[in-house]
T-cell receptor
Framework: GAGVSQSPSNKVTEKGKDVELRCDPI?????LYWYRQSLGQGLEFLIY????????KSGLPSDRFSAERTGGSVSTLTIQRTQQEDSAVYLC????????????FGDGTRLSIL | GDSVTQMEGPVTLSEEAFLTINCTYT??????LFWYVQYPGEGLQLLLK?????DKGSNKGFEATYRKETTSFHLEKGSVQVSDSAVYFC????????????FGKGTKLTVNP
């Protein structure tokens, strides 16, 4: 079956612009995660959605970052007023519910802020 | 908070050499432990996992044992191949609460023929 799909695969934008990154999880996976991979910080957790529960937003680095998940499926990560330090690869993962369930990752969106 | 420390790379080995990548963690309770691998140009993939003390995870010739007493989860392989060249990430998922992964910084492995 299809894996986690992310779009776009690459995004180049100017500082100060808003960007939207999309994630389409594996069908049937109730949990969805966003992570950020950057040279300086490694892999960092951003936000976690589980079913209809309130999301865990504890990893979002500032109020310029937000995410939503519509209908328990597709998720959009939005970064407002982008800064150069936002340049990174943004990874989405999904899983079945449960702490022992493996997370399946998409190929990521490489975001470059000029 | 929870954290993972893994050996700094890069690591360069000859084919058929023995591999160890050290990983230690700090967490309360009994986290689940994972090794993920990222091959060149590909996304992160789960390599193996262990969910309780003394469990051994294994896959593709790689092994790691969950050692509670030393808070470690070292990755080993007896004979590496060129195709094992990749970046390896140790990760934990804390007990209870959010099911987020906490990653180490990654270790780049290059295997030469």
């Amino acid at each position: 079956g299809a894996g986690v799909s992310q779009s776009p695969s690459n995004k180049v934008t100017e500082k100060g612009k808003d960007v939207e990154l999309r994630c389409d999880p594996i069908s049937g996976h109730t949990a969805l995660y966003w992570y950020r991979q950057s040279l300086g910080q490694g892999l960092e957790f951003l936000i976690y959605f589980q079913g209809n529960s309130a999301p865990d937003k504890s990893g979002l680095p500032s109020d310029r970052f937000s995410a939503e998940r519509t209908g328990g499926s597709v998720s959009t990560l939005t970064i407002q007023r982008t800064q150069q330090e936002d340049s990174a690869v943004y990874l989405c993962a999904s899983s079945l519910r449960g702490s022992n369930q493996p997370q399946h990752f998409g190929d990521g969106t490489r975001l470059s802020i000029l | 908070g929870d954290s993972v420390t893994q050996m700094e790379g890069p690591v360069t080995l000859s084919e058929e050499a023995f591999l160890t990548i050290n990983c230690t963690y700090t967490a309360t309770g009994y986290p689940s432990l994972f090794w993920y691998v990222q091959y060149p140009g590909e996304g992160l993939q789960l390599l193996l996992k262990a969910t309780k003390a003394d469990d051994k995870g294994s896959n593709k010739g790689f092994e790691a044992t969950y050692r509670k007493e030393t808070t470690s989860f070292h990755l080993e392989k007896g004979s590496v191949q060129v195709s094992d060249s990749a970046v390896y990430f140790c990760a934990l998922m804390g007990q209870g609460g959010s099911e987020k992964l906490v990653f180490g910084k990654g270790t780049k492995l290059t295997v030469n023929p």
